[in-house]
């Protein structure tokens, strides 16, 4: 037979924040029997549309930082009012550490009473031993011989409880999701009661952290509802509330930079990197929007320490079609001097190098056409228009651009601020 000690909910002989075991608190309410309830609640032959309670599910939490998790009155359908809640909790107690507790705001709203919270064996688990991590949550709207009464019996949705835990620092715990579950010791556990204190709301279905519902009929303790057990031994219990676990997800580390990966795929050397970081010499920076940090740092391919500069790209290149000895390496420093030089009358720009070179890039500050070839979209930002060249398969132009008189001539009006040139990478 189903038995529940129950306390006189008056605060006479509850101190103010007492969670000792020994101090008497509202564990339970003390219902009375009433045949009728279930028609008064449904309608003849309705079935009521259930209230759900759901653990938060918090997501990208860092190692080491204060996970703050709500417990809410998630939907409440028109036949639903409440004067106080039980809710048993179990967590992880080597992953997450209770910092604070406190009632939610649906109850501050309300002007509710009462709320006490109780951790470990003091949580009252039937008497059996409680396992693991538990924390029970008790609220009640009025308590006897308080004056006054709440303005609302949390007949609409809100936050019944806020739990903060210190999260472990512990990398083993990266990357993880640490579960948060109502569990069950006996039938009172996780329950709902009404105003009128004649039905006590008890679990009609609990959802994992997934979404997904379990299926199936279960014993105590457990962390999947009441057993079927609790209807017989009570007429005063109803099957009306969804319970929805949560948890605390712990963000995994930053994978390590693959270097050349400029798209942040994961996977680096690939044409559309090579494609990706050619447009940045174009267009600027603007062409890095996943992180730009992180696109910045990878260019250095020919790791010489120095990011997003034509070696890098050339050598980019080089690696992708495969060129002999074409790894990362810091490449030595030929001390060359390439000479730019421009004819503004002629709008003509010419280079002086007595080798061969594989790529050239200019910076103009003013609006040019290179070759008087006008074409949408032409790399003028505004202030700057800026002009790649390179020789080579697959390349911008053909081989022959570097052994002419004059590397390009334009339309328009510019002046050449900055020039740079490889030959390798």
Same mark, same amino acid.
């Given at each position: 037979m189903y038995y529940r000690r129950t306390f006189t909910?008056?605060?006479?002989?509850?101190?103010?924040?007492?969670?000792?075991?020994t101090t008497p608190w509202c564990r339970s309410l003390g219902l009375a029997v009433a045949v009728i309830a279930l028609l008064m609640?449904?309608?003849?032959? &309705? #079935?009521?549309? /259930?209230? $759900?309670?759901?653990?938060?599910?918090?997501?990208?939490?860092? !190692?080491?930082?204060?996970?703050?998790?709500d417990i809410t009155l998630g939907s409440t359908p028109y036949w639903f009012d409440m004067a106080g809640f039980d809710l048993l909790l179990a967590y992880d107690t080597i992953a997450l550490e209770i910092v604070s507790v406190s009632q939610g705001g649906l109850l501050d709203s309300c002007g509710w009473e009462y709320f006490e919270y109780r951790v470990g064996s003091a949580a009252d688990c039937g008497g059996q031993p409680c396992l693991g991590g538990l924390i029970r949550?008790?609220?009640?709207?009025? &308590? #006897?011989?308080? /004056?006054? $009464?709440?303005?609302?019996?949390?007949?609409?949705?809100?936050? !019944?409880?806020?739990?903060?835990?210190?999260?472990?620092?512990?990398?083993?715990?990266?990357?993880?999701?640490?579960?948060?579950?109502?569990?069950?010791?006996?039938?009172?556990?996780?329950?709902?009661?009404s105003v009128s204190g004649d039905s006590l709301f008890i679990s009609q279905g609990v959802y994992n952290y997934d979404g997904m519902i379990h299926p199936g009929d279960t014993t105590f303790p457990t962390p999947w509802g009441a057993p079927d057990t609790c209807l017989t031994d009570s007429s005063t219990m109803f099957r009306r509330v969804e319970y929805h676990h949560g948890g605390v997800d712990i963000k995994c580390a930053p994978l390590? !930079?693959?270097?050349?990966?400029?798209?942040?795929n994961n996977i680096g050397f690939e044409v559309a990197d090579w494609v990706l970081f050619t447009n940045y010499f174009v267009r600027g920076l603007d062409v890095f929007n996943v992180n730009i940090e992180d696109q910045i740092e990878?260019?250095?391919?020919?790791?010489?320490?120095?990011?997003?500069?034509?070696?890098?790209?050339?050598?980019?290149?080089?690696?992708?079609?495969g060129y002999p000895g074409a790894i990362p390496h810091h490449p030595?420093?030929?001390?060359?001097?390439?000479?730019?030089?421009?004819?503004?009358?002629?709008?003509?720009?010419?280079?002086?190098?007595?080798?061969?070179?594989?790529?050239?890039?200019?910076?103009?500050?003013?609006?040019?056409?290179?070759?008087?070839?006008?074409?949408?979209?032409?790399?003028?930002?505004?202030?700057?228009?800026r002009i790649l060249l390179g020789s080579g398969p697959w390349l911008w132009n053909d081989s022959t651009i570097f052994e002419q008189d004059s590397l390009l001539f334009y339309t328009g009006e510019g002046s050449l601020v900055a020039a740079y040139a490889a030959f390798d990478g």
């Open positions: 909910c008056n605060k006479d002989v509850i101190p103010a924040g007492a969670v000792s075991s609640l449904t309608g003849p032959g &309705l #079935a009521a549309q /259930p209230v $759900s309670i759901e653990i938060e599910h918090t997501h990208n939490t860092d !190692l080491g930082s204060l996970a703050t998790v949550l008790v609220g009640v709207a009025d &308590l #006897a011989g308080t /004056p006054g $009464s709440p303005s609302c019996y949390a007949d609409t949705t809100g936050t !019944l409880a806020r739990i903060e835990f210190q999260v472990s620092s512990d990398s083993a715990y990266e990357c993880t999701f640490r579960g948060i579950q109502f569990m069950w010791y006996d039938c009172g556990d996780n329950s709902l009661t390590p !930079l693959v270097v050349g990966d400029v798209n942040q990878v260019s250095d391919v020919n790791a010489d320490g120095v990011p997003l500069t034509l070696q890098d790209l050339v050598y980019m290149y080089y690696y992708i079609v030595p420093d030929p001390g060359d001097t390439v000479f730019f030089s421009q004819d503004t009358v002629a709008k003509t720009v010419s280079l002086s190098y007595p080798d061969s070179l594989t790529s050239v890039y200019m910076v103009f500050e003013g609006d040019l056409v290179p070759w008087g070839e006008d074409w949408e979209g032409r790399p003028f930002d505004g202030q700057y228009t």
